[in-house]
């Protein structure tokens, strides 16, 4: 029985994949994903089937993976980060039920949260929400309600799809209806290009990344209350140093 | 300048953890961390100079990566999962302002959120809270603020430290809250020994989770209203199939 893999390439595709998700790739013959994807690593694995489809064409990606597999082929479906964060794996899972006769394994990776918070420091060292803000397949009233819940609840906020083309004003939406609870001085931070070229991350307020423009390869964190900027690192306190 | 990495192993500290993980460990001669996650990765690299505290003395335990480090040693410092949520990154930055001329690197991990979910379906296909059940350092009542703003506010939870022998009613009383604002019959599911001997996993309602036992090698997770069981797996769809 053929398997597909819906495997996590973690930030950049490089050294922060697991070894698991890269003997994934070493054995599997058909490798299919969004291109972007795809070109991070076809030089590392040269000797392989690469298909893909274009971005939005998710389902009819899902299912060129499995009847590669129907065909008898082991396949790899790659995703950037986490297959299991706002990735591919529930989309296979759905579909899945279409062809019982394939097998599915999902290889997790480093998400974008894990990913962006090492750069910054330890931010995440205390309760987290992980909120996206495309409004593509979620309707804007529930990542609002979201926001507000896990800002008033003072939770660290992971923000993911922070801005887009069409979304340009959508970061500062959010920041807004952060600061209804939240204090302007509040420590954030973001992360941009995890793992590949270009990688950079700043430390700010709350205030001032309201006014901040950022770009969709950016990840944002916004800090709890005890959230502290510490030798340009940003840091969220668990409490060990007191105990 | 010595440099210590602190360094998420992921779940079960084998094929799960990174590659830029593994090089690390290759790479250091000391190696500092609790003795379960010492007695994860002895074998694989014998030949180190281990050395590690009791449960608790974490604090020590950065002090003496510092120490190591300003001997000129370049020290690797392990936890399992990622070193960045709930882990040792946030004590070692802070610490670190003490031993300014030891560098520090964040070597992110696989955390049990990540590991959990791949092993129960696509749970986390969208916003989700992370929360710890453990009082040890956070007054409970900001936990409860914590768990009924998630649960009002639809995300997917994720529950780290669920249980303990001192807090065996604490999931009872964390699903109860949450049972307050959703449908008892939200599809749940427990992971247990992510990554390790003995790894399992269980799908359940909300209703039957309240009345389970989990232990401290245990992570659970609370769908939101959309998430459902499918063929035997957790899956909160994202929207995509419809698109």
Known sequence: MSKIYVTGLGPGAKDQMTIRAKNVLVHCPVIIGYTV?????????????YLSTPMRKEADRCRMAFEEAEKGQDVAMVCSGDAGVYGMAGLIC?????????????????TAASGGAAILGAPLMHDFAVISLSDLLTPWETIEKRLRAAAEADFVICLYNPSSRKRSDYLQKACG?????????????????????????????????KDTKVDMFS???????????????????????DV
Not at 38 to 44: A, G, T, V
Not at 191 to 199: A, K, L, Q, S, V
Not at 219 to 224: A, C, D, K
């Open 94 to 110: 759905e579909i899945g039920k279409e062809y019982p006769d394939v097998e599915v394994e999902i290889v997790p990776g480093i």
């Open 177 to 209: 209806m952060i600061l209804e609870s939240r204090d302007p001085k509040t420590v954030c931070g973001i992360t941009r290009n995890i793992g590949r070229d270009g990688e950079s991350c700043q430390i700010l307020t709350l205030d001032q990344l």
């Open 219 to 241: 990840t944002v964190f916004i800090g709890n209350s005890k959230t502290m900027e510490l030798n340009g690192r940003m840091v969220t306190p668990r409490g060990y140093k």
């Open 37 to 49: 994807y795809i070109d991070l690593i076809r030089e590392q694995f040269p000797d392989k089937q």
